[in-house]
Structures are given as structure tokens and as C-alpha cells.
């Protein structure tokens, strides 16, 4: 079992820079890998980036350049750092942690096993 808990999120003006933070508990060493995600009002939940435990990242095409995920050392904590944000970009976003999957899934939400509860992010002047 893997406990995700997100905090960070919050209201920032278009332009502004906001980071995430999701630290994991449980069995932290069973991960393989872990994403962010969001889900805006009446929208899927999309893929935003994706960390693995070898430090090989992936982006969304709307979030590169602009976002960056990265991991302290001990896996215990994975962050999003989310600069030049954009009303566009407003949603609740997700931690989530990728443990049975194959590493083939990972690239879409249905690889990833474990959930946090979630964290708004609105942008808006």
C-alpha cells in the first residue's frame, strides 16, 4: 500500500508560479514511478508529467517548458514546479504512483495504482 498527500495548490494570477508537493508513505520502494495529473471541470483527467526511479521524465506537450517534476533522493516527496501558468492550466491535480504497472502504461493515467486526494489549482486575475 501507498499513501499520497498533495499540498501546494491555490489561486495565482496568470503569469505566476505555483509548486507542488506529494509526499508518499508506505511501501515508497515498490513505486517505480509517479505522475501528476489534473482534471479540470467537465474535462478527463489528463497526464501532465511522469517521473520514474531512474529520473527519465516525460511532459504533457501543453506543460513543456513551463513545468518541471523532479524527487528528493529518497523518493519520499515529488514536486511540480509550474512557472508562466495560465488560466488554461486551471484544475485539480493529482499525485499518483505507479507500482503493478508496466512500464508501458506509465505514460497514461491507467498505469498508475495509488491516488492522492487531490489539490485546486486556479489561475485567474
Known amino acids: 500500500q501507498v499513501q499520497l498527500v498533495e499540498s501546494g495548490g491555490g489561486l495565482v494570477q496568470p503569469g505566476g508560479s505555483l509548486r507542488l508537493s506529494c509526499a508518499a508513505s508506505?511501501?515508497?520502494?515498490?513505486?517505480?514511478?509517479m505522475g501528476w495529473h489534473r482534471q479540470a471541470p467537465g474535462k478527463q483527467r489528463e497526464l501532465v508529467a511522469t517521473?520514474?526511479?531512474?529520473?527519465?521524465?516525460n511532459y504533457a506537450d501543453s506543460v513543456k517548458g513551463r513545468f518541471t517534476i523532479s524527487r528528493d533522493g529518497a523518493q519520499n516527496t515529488v514536486y511540480l514546479q509550474m512557472n508562466s501558468l495560465k488560466p488554461e492550466d486551471t484544475a485539480v491535480y493529482y499525485c499518483?504512483?505507479?507500482?503493478?504497472?508496466?512500464?508501458?502504461?506509465?505514460?497514461?493515467?491507467?498505469?498508475?495504482?495509488?491516488w492522492g486526494q487531490g489539490t485546486q489549482v486556479t489561475v485567474s486575475s
Open positions: 499518483a504512483a505507479a507500482v503493478y504497472a508496466p512500464a508501458s502504461a506509465w505514460g497514461s493515467i491507467r498505469g498508475y495504482d495509488y
Open positions: 517521473i520514474t526511479t531512474g529520473g527519465s521524465t
Open positions: 508506505g511501501s515508497i520502494f515498490s513505486i517505480n514511478a
